[in-house]
């Protein structure tokens, strides 16, 4: 059996997911000796044809980006999201409540009419535009599930990430639970994973990893009361990762 | 068996003698609450507390384990562990939930490994002392316990504890030291009326109705609007099945190796109000409303297995109660609100 052609992308991000890949360290030539990575701008430069497996990292700002992630997913077998920007748009999606212009004036001021800054009015999804196969959540991913899924997929086998929230991870670990020591934390709202690593750290979840299935933000809202937090406040948390716009797409 | 007098300082140096042997674990406070975790003296128990966050399950079916490593060609080892170890201090409520685990790991499909990790821990059963906010085992039957255990320490009004042998297991744990003082009888009468005392205070919720009639309650019950009401506001976060002593429920996985050739099977705690629990393959889902997941846990503690084991699978520890953000879990409030109609 020939090594899957594997290729890296980023549309509109921070790079930070395909950081995650170079940190993978201490297995990265484990990983080579598993795939061929025929493409990836953020460290190599020969371009292959045919892919087995595309990771796509980052969001759709600009025309080009469609046209870029159609493009990809032609010549891919298997599309992989990376990462929440890929998956939901990110935090690139809290300009959603907003115009476009509004958000570059916020942004760039005075400069911010300036034509290279040309972006689509609403911020789009990877699978708002192409079929994604598999998703690896994160902001940025977790390298571990990055090394498991593309273990899945070299087998030919459907990988497993949770779609459970954060609490089930947290709780596991005996941590106190962060809303009955007063904080605002999203994690009973955000698909688990990640090991629980920021409430076992102390510091709530931001909800990175997007909504776990059955959110019930709506449910929490109910709670806050009991929990001395206004409204105000748990939208302004929810907005980083979990809009409301995506609330109402995940409903 | 027969029964002991053992002071507090003897037990302290009782302990610190087993740990030369043993990994003995126990009630450790941490910022006001309590764990059960692997000591390295007597000194770091708590014998006072009240309940742990996680019930002592953890140490007997732990939250992931590998159950087998295998090979690609098809070879397989089953992975066993035995590494003996006691736990200590195990209040009669999480007793009580560990008999039962033990029963529906032995019945039938015999659970190897489990059942292998069982047989190498030896338990101190412990009569509690101070009640835990939501505790209620009083009303379920679980304030005391009777059998399980293979030493049972209740806590003397002044200084020391009575203690009973249960089995021979637990008598070989005593073998470091000096013979006991037999108890006398009226420490005997005092160990009746902790006993007593524990099964009126471990009330702080009062169930209106008899354990017993649990099951025929819900069979009444079963399209009550009480369901949907409750869990509108359900998180579907799995915190009252984590917390559960009485939920063992797991998933099993395989993870290969960068090889692609050898990997394990691992089993890991799934919980009944987690969506994916009831999702079969081709997708279907049995139980796809949070509603229904709600209800089911009611249902298959207090009527499902009380049919096929004749006990009732809530032991009244309240770490659901404790656990659960919205507050929606009591399960006393469930059946008070279904037995007050």
């Given at each position: 059996?020939?090594?899957?052609?594997?290729?890296?992308?980023?549309?509109?991000?921070?790079?930070?997911?395909?950081?995650?890949?170079?940190?993978?360290?201490?297995?990265?030539?484990?990983?080579?000796?598993?795939?061929?990575?025929?493409?990836?701008?953020?460290?190599?430069?020969?371009?292959?044809?045919?892919?087995?497996?595309?990771?796509?990292?980052g969001c759709l700002e600009r025309e080009e980006d469609v046209a870029r992630l159609l493009h990809i997913r032609e010549k891919s077998k298997i599309l992989v999201a990376l990462g929440s920007c890929a998956i939901s748009g990110g935090v690139h999606q809290m300009r959603n409540a907003l115009?476009?212009?509004?958000?570059?004036?916020?942004?760039?001021?005075?400069?911010?009419?300036?034509?290279?800054?040309?972006?689509?009015?609403k911020v789009q999804s990877l699978d708002q535009i192409v079929k994604v196969d598999y998703s690896i959540p994160g902001c940025p991913i977790h390298r571990q599930e990055l090394s498991y899924v593309l273990r899945?997929?070299?087998?030919?086998?459907?990988?497993?990430?949770?779609?459970?929230?954060?609490?089930?991870?947290?709780?596991?670990?005996?941590?106190?639970?962060?809303?009955?020591?007063?904080?605002?934390?999203?994690?009973?709202?955000?698909?688990?994973?990640?090991?629980?690593?920021?409430?076992?750290?102390?510091?709530?979840?931001?909800?990175?990893?997007?909504?776990?299935?059955?959110?019930?933000?709506?449910?929490?809202?109910?709670?806050?009361?009991?929990?001395?937090?206004?409204?105000?406040?748990?939208?302004?948390?929810?907005?980083?990762?979990?809009?409301?716009?995506?609330?109402?797409?995940?409903? | 068996?027969?029964?002991?007098?053992?002071?507090?300082?003897?037990?302290?140096?009782?302990?610190?003698?087993?740990?030369?042997?043993?990994?003995?674990?126990?009630?450790?406070?941490?910022?006001?609450?309590?764990?059960?975790?692997?000591?390295?003296?007597?000194?770091?128990?708590?014998?006072?507390?009240?309940?742990?966050?996680?019930?002592?399950?953890?140490?007997?079916?732990?939250?992931?384990?590998v159950m087998m490593t295998f090979r690609s060609s098809g070879e397989f080892q089953s992975v066993m562990e035995f590494h003996p170890f006691v736990l200590f201090g195990v209040h009669p409520y999480d007793m009580i939930a560990i008999n039962q685990m033990d029963r529906v790991f032995s019945e039938k499909l015999v659970d190897i490994h489990y059942l292998t990790r069982r047989n190498a821990c030896s338990i101190v059963a412990l009569d509690p002392v101070a009640v835990a906010p939501h505790n209620f085992s009083g009303c379920m039957g679980t304030a005391t316990v009777e059998k399980g255990w293979d030493l049972l320490l209740t806590p003397l009004p002044q200084d020391g504890y009575l203690?009973?042998?249960?089995?021979?297991?637990?008598?070989?744990?005593?073998?470091?030291?000096?013979?006991?003082?037999d108890a006398s009888l009226d420490q005997l009468q005092l160990r009746e009326q902790r006993w007593n005392q524990n099964q009126k205070s471990m009330r702080r919720h009062e169930l209106k109705c008899a354990p017993d009639d649990l099951p025929d309650l819900l069979e009444q019950n079963y399209d009550h609007p009480l369901w949907q009401e409750k869990s509108s506001q359900c998180l579907s976060c799995g915190a009252c099945n984590i917390v559960c002593p009485t939920c063992y429920c797991f998933d099993i996985q395989d993870e290969v190796d960068w090889?692609?050739?050898?990997?394990?099977?691992?089993?890991?705690?799934?919980?009944?109000?987690?969506?994916?629990?009831?999702?079969?393959?081709g997708g279907h889902n049995f139980r796809k409303q949070s509603a229904e997941r709600y209800?089911?846990?009611?249902?298959?503690?207090?009527?499902?297995?009380?049919?096929?084991?004749?006990?009732?699978?809530?032991?009244?520890?309240?770490?659901?109660?404790?656990?659960?953000?919205?507050?929606?879990s009591n399960p006393v409030e469930v059946y008070n609100q279904l037995v007050g109609e």
């Open positions: 059996m020939s090594k899957p052609q594997v290729a890296i992308f980023d549309l509109a991000g921070c790079e930070g997911c395909q950081l995650q890949i170079v940190n993978l360290e201490d297995s990265l030539l484990q990983l080579l000796s598993l795939v061929d990575v025929v493409e990836w701008r953020e460290a190599i430069s020969n371009h292959g044809p045919e892919i087995d497996i595309a990771l796509v990292e115009s476009s212009l509004e958000a570059r004036q916020i942004t760039y001021g005075n400069n911010g009419f300036l034509k290279h800054l040309d972006v689509h009015e899945c997929l070299a087998l030919g086998r459907i990988p497993f990430i949770p779609t459970y929230p954060v609490c089930v991870e947290c709780r596991i670990q005996e941590n106190l639970c962060l809303w009955q020591q007063g904080q605002l934390c999203l994690g009973p709202l955000t698909r688990a994973g990640c090991h629980a690593t920021c409430p076992s750290h102390g510091t709530p979840c931001i909800g990175c990893r997007g909504y776990s299935s059955d959110a019930n933000p709506q449910g929490l809202r109910q709670s806050l009361n009991r929990y001395h937090k206004t409204p105000e406040e748990f939208e302004h948390h929810l907005n980083l990762f979990l809009g409301s716009s995506l609330e109402h797409a995940h409903a | 068996m027969s029964v002991k007098q053992i002071s507090t300082n003897m037990l302290r140096g009782w302990i610190d003698g087993l740990l030369l042997q043993k990994t003995v674990i126990g009630p450790v406070q941490h910022q006001g609450h309590f764990r059960f975790e692997s000591i390295t003296s007597s000194d770091q128990l708590a014998l006072d507390y009240d309940v742990t966050d996680l019930p002592p399950k953890k140490f007997l079916l732990p939250p992931r384990e203690l009973e042998i249960g089995t021979e297991k637990g008598n070989t744990l005593l073998h470091s030291i000096y013979e006991l003082p090889s692609l050739e050898t990997g394990v099977r691992c089993r890991a705690w799934d919980g009944c109000l987690l969506r994916d629990f009831a999702e079969v393959a209800r089911h846990r009611f249902y298959r503690k207090a009527s499902y297995l009380p049919k096929r084991f004749g006990e009732i699978a809530c032991v009244g520890c309240g770490r659901c109660i404790s656990a659960c953000i919205p507050n929606i």
